[in-house]
């Protein structure tokens, strides 16, 4: 996974490479529709009710080649999946407290299995595909989101990408004129302080 810190208004314009989010290599051809939230510990053991209660969410639209279409889908279904389990789990836990409080110890064995199942599972399918196609939030502020992607190639292109945009910006701002002086003529010497001026040349 590599991590890129990206100003929130360049997310919004789509002022950003046109190019896919996930290889980093192939122009984009599909733009998703995305909503994400940085559901920072124990927010993202609720699951999809982490990323409701979450503080902090950003949404804009994620590029992908052709290529790269279907895999991002079925990672941002699985992570939905994973949320509703979470949140399953959760709705365990409250169902046995609501109706076993006199045998907590011994009842909370069961969803406390679950739970450390769920987790397992998350995080085998992460470290074997998730993390292959999916794009996360790692950091915000007022201004600017840091987003992790699959590889480091889109943001290397981001980066020479704004680089680009700073060398055009100021290479677009009017300049200083200079002075120039014609090919095989030397520029005359300052005349010094109260010397008459030059005879004029006849006619």
């Known amino acids: 996974m590599s991590r890129v810190k990206i100003v ?7 002022d950003i490479p046109a190019i896919c989010m996930i290889c980093g290599q ?6 998703h529709e995305t909503r994400l939230a940085r559901a920072f510990f124990p927010l993202n053991l609720f699951g999809l009710l982490g990323d409701i209660l979450a503080p902090q969410k950003i949404s804009f639209k994620a590029l ?5 279409r279907q895999s991002y889908l079925n990672e941002a279904t699985t992570h939905k999946i ?11 836990f ?14 909370l064995t069961a969803p406390a299995i679950a739970m450390l199942c769920v987790v397992l599972l998350n995080f085998v399918y992460w470290f ?17 989101v840091s987003l992790e992607f699959p ?24 300049q200083k004129p200079t ?4 090919p095989g003529v030397a520029a005359a010497p300052p005349a010094p302080a109260g010397a008459a001026p030059p005879p004029a040349g006849p006619g």
Not at 26 to 31: C, Y
């Open 128 to 144: 074997s595909i998730g993390k292959k196609s999916a794009i996360r939030c790692v950091g915000m502020d007022q201004g600017t």
């Open 26 to 31: 192939n122009p984009a051809q599909v733009r």
């Open 64 to 68: 992908t080649c052709d290529g790269c």
């Open 82 to 92: 994973f949320g509703l389990l979470y949140m399953a789990v959760w709705a365990y």
């Open 179 to 182: 002075k120039t002086v014609s």
């Open 8 to 14: 929130k208004s360049e997310l919004w314009d789509e």
């Open 94 to 107: 409250g169902y046995i407290l609501y109706n076993q409080w006199n045998a907590v110890p011994k009842v």
């Open 151 to 174: 590889n480091g190639h889109w943001g290397v292109k981001y980066t020479v990408y704004k680089k680009e945009k700073g060398n055009q910006l100021r290479g677009g701002l009017p």
